[in-house]
């Protein structure tokens, strides 16, 4: 019997047969990433049910010197839960580790384990009266451990921070098959480097999370959402400022959308209408928020705040959603971007941020570089102006083959914009990672120190190599080109 054999054997042993599959068909749904961009294969689908049986399986493939892919709902944006094509390496999956280990209200906190579905969380804590705020277009299949391994962000940023804000302890299984157990949250811990920080936003390159404690808040008891039409980005910028001052904590939420990206959803939604009249170029969807005693005075502020805007001409026009039903209704605009812009045809999506004050003049100086350069194409920005994170998106032109269209002019369009954004002081990933969709533009622009730092650390903690190879980490430019 080989090695490999000797391999998947034991880990056959270990798993059962509810844990460990090596069936094609079983295997296919999870070889591929969502958005098709990235396929591979793999030795075995692993899906341990506990943390003990991570550990011992990280270890057998130690060992063996198996790597190993971790994965959640594999709903990434970046190929990063997505093994390559040597079929070399097992695929571990995190979700039937799924269980609410505690939830205490009087602290709130929620220990929940890597393979926990967002909106899972969601209906849980809200049952007892209080949220994990954190939200995203993909919460019916991302779960917390991919979240964490992503510092996922989301529309609730500005507010709350990204998922490393939420984070209060951890676990996980480091590339040794020990269990680093830090779920338990100090408010003060001065024992040298954070490691549970480390480890977040990691994607899996150097340990796998298999549970967390996580921050909640209490449930909001009042909102106001607000759609406002502005003349420019720029006025956009200004009047987030404004609401900034004036609603302090209030305001959960700013995000922005371009009239003709409105114009695309409207058209992609079956008995769907703007939310005003007139057209503008831009527009400004607003949340307000309050819990408690606030909520009696949220409805005034939202009016106080749209009366001084106006009079000082920060907004063209604005509505303030009547209800639920109208609440959740611009919101599904919002969220009808991406599915909206597919219909158009292929496009490259850039997840960039850059300083909040500079977006609008990065957006104007990025846009007319982009089409200039590539006739026949539409940049559009939209997203989370509020935390300097906005989706920069360029349509391919019409009639092209997509996938040639992608891999062509599509990646060098990327590289331009990439390289913008850090002339810009900005980064090339705000939200959703590097993967190994933006591994070779990060090796080429990123910082030198923090890259070597970033890569003394993988050495460090995962010598061998084994865990999620290819992603995230650029090689070294002696490894790259040898």
């Not at 990060?442 to 010598?463: C, E, Y």
Request: charged share 20%.
């Amino acid at each position: 019997m080989s090695e490999i054999e000797q391999f998947l054997q034991q880990a056959s042993d270990l798993l059962g047969a509810k844990g460990f599959t090596r069936d094609a068909q079983d295997m296919a749904p999870w070889l591929t990433d969502w958005r098709g961009r990235f396929s591979g294969s793999a030795l075995a689908l692993a899906s341990p049910a506990n943390t003990a049986e991570v550990a011992e399986l990280v270890k057998l493939c130690a060992r063996h010197g198996v790597p190993i892919v971790p994965q959640g709902g594999n709903s990434g944006m970046c190929g990063g839960a997505t093994p390559d094509d040597s079929g070399h390496a097992i695929l571990l999956s995190l979700r039937r580790m799924n269980a609410i280990r505690d939830l205490d209200t009087e602290s709130g906190q929620v220990v929940c384990e890597a393979g926990v579905i967002l909106q899972t969380l969601h209906e849980r804590v809200e049952a007892e009266g209080l949220r994990f705020p954190l939200t995203l277009g993909g919460k019916g299949s991302a779960t917390v451990g991919g979240l964490i391994s992503t510092n996922a962000g989301g529309t609730q940023v500005l507010r709350h921070g990204s998922m490393r804000a939420q984070v209060l302890g951890i676990e996980a299984v480091m590339p040794d098959g020990q269990v680093f157990s830090a779920l338990t949250p100090l408010k003060k811990d001065n024992r040298g480097f954070d490691l549970k920080q480390m480890l977040i936003g990691s994607e899996g390159t150097l340990g796998i999370v298999t549970a967390a404690t996580l921050a909640l808040q209490p449930a909001i008891a009042e909102r106001r959402v607000i759609w406002a039409g502005v003349s420019s980005l720029e006025a956009a910028r200004t009047l987030l400022v404004h609401c900034q001052r004036a609603c302090g904590d209030a305001l959960e939420g700013f995000e922005v959308v371009l009239q003709e990206t409105l114009d695309d959803v409207v058209a992609h939604l079956s008995d769907a209408r703007p939310p005003l009249e007139d057209r503008h170029a831009w527009h400004a969807l607003i949340e307000l928020v309050a819990t408690g005693a606030d909520a009696d005075r949220l409805g005034e502020l939202a009016e106080t705040v749209l009366m001084d805007a106006l009079e000082h001409d920060l907004l063209e026009d604005a509505v303030i959603a009547a209800n639920e039903s109208q609440a959740e209704y611009f919101w599904l605009l919002r969220d009808s971007i991406a599915p909206a812009e597919r219909e158009k045809g292929p496009a490259v999506q850039h997840d960039i941020s850059v300083p909040v004050d500079r977006m609008p003049a990065f957006v104007t100086e990025a846009v007319a570089k982009v089409e200039a350069a590539w006739p026949g194409t539409q940049a559009i920005a939209f997203g989370h102006l509020g935390d300097g994170n906005v989706h920069f998106h360029v349509i391919a032109p019409p009639g092209v083959e997509p996938m040639e269209w992608m891999t062509g002019d599509g990646k060098e369009i990327s590289s331009q914009v990439y390289e913008l954004v850090t002339q810009w002081s900005g980064s090339l990933s705000a939200e959703h990672g590097i993967g190994q969709l933006k591994r070779e533009d990060f090796a080429r622009l990123g910082d030198p120190v923090a890259l070597s730092m970033l890569r003394q650390v993988k050495q460090a903690l995962d010598p061998a190599g084994l865990m999620n190879p290819g992603k995230l980490v650029p090689l070294a430019p002696a490894q790259a080109n040898s």
